[in-house]
T-cell receptor, first 115, second 111 residues
């Protein structure tokens, strides 16, 4: 079946512009996560959505970052006034439930380059 | 978590040999663990998982070992193939919390 889909796959933007990254999770998955991966590094947690509960935003690095999930499905990560240090791969993952013993299923990410 | 930046630990093995990738986890409250494989330009791909009530689990050509006493997790790959070349991440899930990922190990399979 279809996996996690992210778009765009690549995004180049100028410093100071806003960007929106999209994630389509696997159908029926109630948990959705955003991670950031800088070149050659591990995964940095950003935000977690579980069903209709309030999202866990504890990983967002600044108030320039926000995310929403509409209708319990598609999610959008927005970065306002982008900075060069925002350059990274942004990964989305979903799982059938949050907190249970289910692995995260990742998309292929959006590579963001801020010039 | 800790990071080694561009200089990921690298394990080089000969094609056909067995590989062992190690991971030290930090939280004794972690009760679920996963190994992921990440190829260049792709997202992490699930390999195998293990719960804290087990110390060993086997899949196809892969085995995960869990030692809770020393908080150590390992991934063994039998008869390593060129297609196994990738970065491997361990992830721990402290009870009631989100997953925490290790810094990754690059596996390089030599012909």
């Amino acid at each position: 079946g279809a996996g996690v889909s992210q778009s765009p796959s690549n995004k180049v933007t100028e410093k100071g512009k806003d960007v929106e990254l999209r994630c389509d999770p696997i159908s029926g998955h109630t948990a959705l996560y955003w991670y950031r991966q800088s070149l050659g590094q591990g995964l940095e947690f950003l935000i977690y959505f579980q069903g209709n509960s309030a999202p866990d935003k504890s990983g967002l690095p600044s108030d320039r970052f926000s995310a929403e999930r509409t209708g319990g499905s598609v999610s959008t990560l927005t970065i306002q006034r982008t900075q060069q240090e925002d350059s990274a791969v942004y990964l989305c993952a979903s799982s059938p439930q949050g907190g249970g013993d289910s692995p995260l299923h990742f998309g292929n990410g959006t590579r963001l380059t801020v010039t | 978590g800790e990071s080694v930046g561009l200089h990921l630990p690298t394990l080089s093995v000969q094609e056909g040999d067995n590989s062992i990738i190690n991971c030290a986890y930090s939280n004794s409250a972690s009760d679920y663990f996963i190994w992921y494989k990440q190829e260049s330009g792709k997202g992490p791909q699930f390999i195998i998982d293990i719960r804290s009530n087990m110390d060993k689990r086997q899949g196809q050509r892969v085995t995960v070992l869990l030692n809770k006493t020393v908080k150590h997790l390992s991934l063994q790959i039998a008869a390593t193939q060129p297609g196994d070349s990738a970065v491997y991440f361990c992830a721990e899930r402290p009870r009631g919390q989100n997953f925490v990922f290790g810094p990754g190990t690059r596996l390089s399979v030599l012909p």
